[in-house]
């Protein structure tokens, strides 16, 4: 399958940077772009991409207007240079599927992508670290997992909670990229998370990260 992604930023250079990043990739294309936030609620409707790309500060209507508008109907990645947990919190509310710097990898705007094709949330890792970590200020323990996580599976889950992508924990492990990603989804089950973010969420409220 052939992702399609729309692009939306009022930076050319962002444009076409993300451009040839995304069109790169053996599986993605890039079907149309966006320099204000009002046409790219227009082209996303009209072109029905599989996956929007849309900045936080647009003329017309920001990213997470966008993002609002467009629930429902297609998946938005925000992308920002702005490090605000407000805007994250909006973000995911209004239902993005990620969250990430312009500053990224190109690497991890790719996975992204992917991700949120695969219904899977993808936020920054220096983000996700900062936000998760305080969880543990709360004092307030989560529910046991339903069943014990094997010893590699809590390695697994320790890992995700430091924002390590599913090919830097391959990596990382000497394993496959299968292979991280079964491990992934039998960690999701035992602990009740439903994507990556309730994983790290789980990882660092529990203790298992430190």
């Not at 069109?23 to 609620?41: E, N």
């Not at 991890?108 to 936000?131: F, H, N, Y």
Request: aromatic letters at 2%; proline letters at 5%; hydrophobic letters at 45%.
């Amino acid at each position: 399958m052939t992702i399609r992604v729309l692009i939306a930023d009022d930076q050319e250079d962002v444009r076409g940077g993300f451009g040839m990043i995304l069109g790169a990739q053996p599986d993605m294309t890039v079907v149309g772009s966006a320099a204000d936030g009002i046409q790219s609620v227009e082209l996303a409707r009209h072109l029905r991409p599989d996956v929007v790309l849309a900045d936080v500060r647009m003329p017309g209507l920001g990213g997470l207007e966008v993002t609002r508008l467009l629930s429902g109907q297609t998946r938005v990645v925000v992308v920002t240079t702005i490090d605000l947990d407000e805007y994250v919190h909006t973000a995911l509310r209004n239902g993005a599927c990620g969250f990430l710097l312009k500053r990224s990898s190109p690497t991890l705007l790719v996975e992204a992508v992917r991700a949120a094709v695969a219904g899977d949330t993808m936020i920054s890792p220096q983000i996700t670290v900062r936000l998760l970590s305080r969880l543990r200020e709360r004092d307030v323990p989560p529910p046991p997992p339903g069943e014990p996580l094997t010893e590699r599976e809590m390695e697994i889950a320790r890992l995700v909670a430091h924002g390590r992508t599913n090919a830097q924990i391959a990596a990382e492990l000497f394993i496959g990229v299968g292979t991280v990603k079964t491990h992934v989804t039998n960690v999701q089950r035992k602990v009740g998370a439903s994507n990556r973010v309730g994983i790290a969420a789980w990882a660092w409220s529990s203790g298992a990260v430190r």
